[in-house]
């Protein structure tokens, strides 16, 4: 076997062996989870919904603790992250958002122990206040969520008589 034929031989399995191996790699690296588009509403629900949690922490601490817990496990499915565990989804968010994630892995954890009773209100209201920042990270808009409609294209009749055409104004922009 000439020295060009083994080299040909040993490029074309090597390139076999990626091909087995690059899939693997590949779905192995949670930075590359796919974040979904949120529409506004959805956004302004959870907003809402984590207003009216912390507004009724103080009557009811431990539902509302539990319900935020809810809350930004279903907010981080909505946006894309594993649905099948807890700790994936954990996992998953930790690449993206690891300043954040330890306050959401606190409330997680505080509100599992609200079932067994052992936790006080203070401590619970801190581990709301921690898992803020998380929500807030999922609950905002994102490039792609939604694309600003076109400006509206002026009419017939209305060019004829010399008048411009209303146009939808924006938010205004924080300098």
Do not use: C
Request: hydrophobic share 40%.
């Amino acid at each position: 076997m000439s020295t060009v034929t083994l080299i040909i031989l040993l490029a074309a399995l090597a390139a076999m062996a990626g091909l087995v191996i690059a899939p693997s790699v590949r779905q192995g690296r949670k930075g590359e989870l796919p974040v979904r588009s949120l529409p506004s509403e959805a956004r302004e629900q959870y907003a809402a919904r984590w207003a009216g949690l912390q507004e009724r922490f103080v009557d009811s601490p431990g539902w509302a603790l539990r319900e935020a817990d809810r809350l930004l496990g279903a907010l981080a499915v909505d946006r894309g992250y594993p649905a099948e565990s807890e700790e994936k989804r954990m996992d998953a968010l930790s690449v993206r958002h690891p300043e954040e994630i330890e306050g959401y892995r606190r409330l997680h954890a505080m509100a599992a122990r609200v079932h067994e009773g052992e936790t006080a209100t203070e401590r619970m209201r801190e581990a709301l206040v921690a898992a803020r920042p998380m929500f807030e990270q999922l609950v905002r808009a994102q490039p792609h969520d939604e694309r600003p409609l076109p400006p509206p294209v002026p009419r017939q009749r209305d060019l004829r008589r010399g008048r411009i055409p209303r146009q939808r104004l924006g938010p205004a922009a924080d300098h």
